[in-house]
């Protein structure tokens, strides 16, 4: 077997743009160093002319089954004015959804997150029962479904089993969440079973453990969760500070807020990711900086639902890791997410370039950083980058595509990062194989008819939204 060498135009190299340049990738899928002279009887050569080749994006967040709700959830008939009331609308949805369904519409959401560069998804997947609240025969089912929907389109998944024991400190049990509960016990086992008896490759397929919030899983059970999963390894992923609301909840429950109660506790870690993280204070940043912990932002996403506005240049200057995620799927575009963080600041301040120049690095590829190498760390995975050992995880970039016309080797990056259409990516590449070539999916056409069926059974009328 031969190794092989992708040789674009210009091959993205720490923050810019080289000519000449090639990725060499072993037959197993990993980047290797490239040697001066390459010897074609043991390497194939792929050319890629009048293209640009990036490190792949990687998407930390992602609750897949929501993208049946695009589109559904904007008027406030329907779906009420905040994020507790569009939760009615996400509700329905999941309640229409059979096994088959769950792969169908996983398998459009990572078809779309191919076209727009995404090599790896980190699946935030909390709907385990079936449509009665009911265990399966297999409590692990609906997380096959989505991994396999993943390995069908040719995506690298990392399933974050998500724990959600409870609606809320003080309320019932809520109608719409019957999908998502389990008990702490059946949680780990469930987990468990799932990781020690999967069979697929650690490069196509890994795992990681997601408490959902401290609104969904009490202390004590958080506790339990996060101790098992420090015992296997594997990174802990939990919603944090979205609302105001769960703030002001966990203050009642515990006196702390969720960051104040996580660094108490002792849960937070370099292995702890806090998705949202928008409501915190100076001295909950510097408790996320002190352990090293990663922010997951989601801006397509906290716009569409009013979350509000996370501290990047607050978080950035404290040096926390802040990585991406398309959550709700209400947009899947990794470079929108990266160009919204900045514009919501300047949005605010009044003022541009807000993240420019933090410890000395342009905007551009902090921005780039964040939708690559620190999705990787977030999900502890060996890629992100183009360097020797890591996955080769890639896309490449049409030159000539109107969106990045009239570039250069050194402007191309923030052209790239502010203005890039997701119609101007052409291949995709992912552990050394190609799962996109010139914009076409082997399995496109299936792709999109099966989630159409799906859409039609779950939306048979266009009014449909509130609670089912």
């Not at 490239?34 to 293209?51: E, F, H, Q, W």
């Not at 799927?329 to 993240?355: K, T």
């Not at 990056?413 to 194989?433: E, K, Q, W, Y």
């Amino acid at each position: 077997m031969k190794n092989t060498l992708y040789k674009p135009e210009l091959l993205y190299s720490n923050g810019g743009f080289i000519a000449n340049g090639g990725v060499l990738v072993s037959e197993n899928g990993q980047i290797l160093e490239a040697p001066r002279k390459i010897d074609p009887s043991s390497t194939k050569i792929v050319d890629l002319p009048g293209k640009a080749l990036l490190p792949g994006f990687v998407n930390v967040h992602s609750h897949s089954f929501q993208r049946l709700i695009r589109g559904k959830s904007e008027s406030r008939v329907i779906s009420g004015k905040d994020f507790w009331s569009w939760r009615w609308t996400m509700y329905h949805a999941a309640s229409q959804l059979e096994p088959q369904d769950v792969y169908d519409v996983a398998r459009m959401v990572f078809f779309e997150m191919v076209l727009a560069g995404t090599t790896t998804v980190g699946e935030f997947h909390y709907l385990h029962n079936a449509p009665n609240g009911q265990p399966y025969d297999d409590p692990n089912l609906l997380s096959k479904q989505v991994i396999a929907a993943a390995q069908s389109v040719g995506i690298r998944i990392v399933l974050l089993r998500t724990a959600y024991l409870r609606s809320g400190y003080e309320l019932p049990s809520d109608p719409g969440q019957i999908r998502f509960f389990e008990s702490t016990s059946a949680f780990l086992e469930n987990m468990s079973a799932l990781v020690h008896n999967s069979s697929a490759p650690s490069s196509e397929v890994r795992f990681g453990v997601a408490p959902h919030s401290v609104r969904a899983v009490p202390l004590a059970d958080l506790k339990k969760i996060a101790a098992w999963s420090r015992e296997y390894k594997l990174p802990v992923h939990m919603h944090v500070a979205e609302q105001v609301a769960e703030n002001t909840a966990c203050l009642r429950e515990y006196g702390a807020t969720p960051v104040q109660l996580l660094s108490r506790e002792r849960l937070l870690g370099p292995d702890f990711t806090a998705v949202h993280a928008i409501h915190i204070s100076t001295d909950e940043i510097a408790m996320l900086a002190e352990a090293n912990a990663t922010i997951c932002s989601c801006p397509t996403t906290e716009r569409n639902l009013g979350d509000g506005i996370m501290a990047a240049d607050h978080v950035m200057a404290a040096g926390i890791s802040v990585a991406f995620g398309s959550d709700s799927q209400v947009q899947i575009d990794p470079l929108e997410d990266a160009r919204e963080l900045d514009y919501h600041l300047r949005l605010r301040q009044q003022e541009r370039a807000i993240l420019d120049q933090i410890a000395a690095q342009t905007l551009a590829s902090r921005l780039f950083d964040c939708a690559t190498v620190h999705g990787a760390r977030a999900l502890d995975l060996p890629s992100g980058g183009l360097t020797p050992g890591s996955f080769a995880d890639f896309f490449t970039v049409d030159l000539n595509d109107v969106s990045i016309a009239g570039h250069s080797a050194e402007d191309l990056l923030p052209i790239i990062v502010f203005a890039l259409n997701r119609s101007a990516i052409r291949d995709v590449v992912v552990n050394g194989r190609f799962i996109l070539r010139d914009k076409k999916h082997a399995l496109q056409e299936e792709i999109i008819s099966r989630y159409q069926e799906t859409h039609r059974k779950v939306w048979p009328n266009t009014r449909t939204g509130g609670p089912s």
